[in-house]
C-alpha cells in the first residue's frame, strides 16, 4: 500500500519536475529560490499521497513581475495530454491566500503545500500563512468544516454498511480521516474551548 503510493508520489513528482524545468529553460530544482516561481502539490499529493488514478492537484504560484502563462502551458498541456486528471491553478501568493480565506476547499488544500521545484520562499509563505490563517480563523473553519462532513455523510452514506461503498467521501472513509487532521490543525482553539 505505502510503499507503492510513495513511488508513485516520486515517479509523478519526477515527471513535473522535469515539465517545470524545461518551463522556465534551466535546472529550476526544489532547492532554487528568488526565481519568482514554484510549483507545488497541494491536497492528498501534497501529503506525498498521490494514488493512481487520483487527480494530480498543483499550484503554480508566481511573484507579481514574472508572467507565468507560458510556464503553465507547458507544464499543463503535456500533463493533459497523458490523460492525467489535473486540479491545477495559477496564482501569485497574496491571491491564494485570499481565495483560502473564505473557500474550505482552498483552505485546506493549503494545508498540505509541497514544493515540487522553483522558488521555495513563495511555497514557505503560502504554507506558512495558510496554516497560521487557519489556526486564527479555527472557530469559523471547524463549523464549516463540520457541515461539510455533514453535508458530504448525507450525499455518500456509510462505509461499513452499503454494499458498494464510497471509501473516500463516505462516512468512515478516508476524507473523515482528512477532515479529523483539519481540525486537529485548530488545535489551539480546541484546547481553549
Not at 119 to 146: F, I, K, P
Request: net charge negative; aromatic share 6%.
Amino acid at each position: 500500500g505505502f510503499e507503492l503510493v510513495e513511488a508513485w508520489t516520486a515517479a509523478v513528482d519526477q515527471w513535473v519536475t522535469s515539465l517545470f524545468e524545461a518551463a522556465v529553460g534551466t535546472d529550476a530544482g526544489a532547492t532554487s529560490s528568488g526565481s519568482g516561481v514554484a510549483l507545488v502539490a497541494v491536497g492528498g499529493y501534497g501529503r506525498g499521497r498521490l494514488c493512481p488514478r487520483s487527480d494530480l492537484d498543483l499550484l503554480l504560484l508566481h511573484a507579481r513581475n514574472v508572467d507565468p502563462e507560458p510556464i503553465a502551458e507547458a507544464i499543463w498541456y503535456p500533463i493533459w495530454d497523458a490523460g492525467v486528471r489535473l486540479g491545477h491553478a495559477v496564482r501569485t501568493p497574496r491571491d491564494a491566500l485570499a481565495l483560502a480565506a473564505d473557500d474550505l476547499a482552498t483552505a485546506t488544500a493549503l494545508l498540505d503545500v509541497r514544493l515540487l521545484a522553483g522558488d521555495a520562499r513563495l511555497a514557505e509563505r503560502v504554507a506558512g500563512d495558510a496554516a497560521a490563517a487557519w489556526e486564527r480563523r479555527g472557530r469559523r473553519w471547524l463549523s464549516r468544516l463540520a457541515d461539510s462532513v455533514a453535508e458530504r455523510h448525507a450525499r455518500h452514506g456509510e462505509v461499513a454498511f452499503l454494499l458498494e461503498p464510497d471509501l473516500k467521501a463516505g462516512r468512515g472513509g478516508l476524507r473523515d480521516v482528512h477532515a479529523i487532521r483539519w481540525a486537529e490543525s485548530a488545535q489551539t482553539l480546541m484546547l481553549e474551548g
